[in-house]
């Protein structure tokens, strides 16, 4: 079971490397970090298409992560 856990944690945390790597940077150099924030507050820009999915995928990759690191740590000991 402990060994099947870190297989699954070690996949999971490909492919959440992968994911965050695909997505586009938010900001674009100095002017994106002056009117990045104001954009993002105001809701300008919204998420869509493979930006939406590659968000939501990372959420949940990460949640996987949490869980399955909390569960191996607390099975190792």
């Given at each position: ?38 954009e ?8 869509r298409?493979?930006d ?26």
């Amino acid at each position: 079971m402990v060994v099947f856990l870190k297989v699954l944690l070690v996949i999971i945390s490909i492919g959440l490397i992968s994911v965050v790597l695909l997505q586009k940077g938010k900001s674009a150099g100095l002017s994106g970090a002056i009117t990045g924030g104001a954009e993002h507050l105001f809701g300008k820009q919204k998420a869509r298409g493979l930006d939406l999915l590659l968000s939501r995928v990372t959420m949940g990759l990460a949640v996987s992560f949490i869980i399955v690191s909390l569960v191996v740590a607390f099975l190792v000991k």
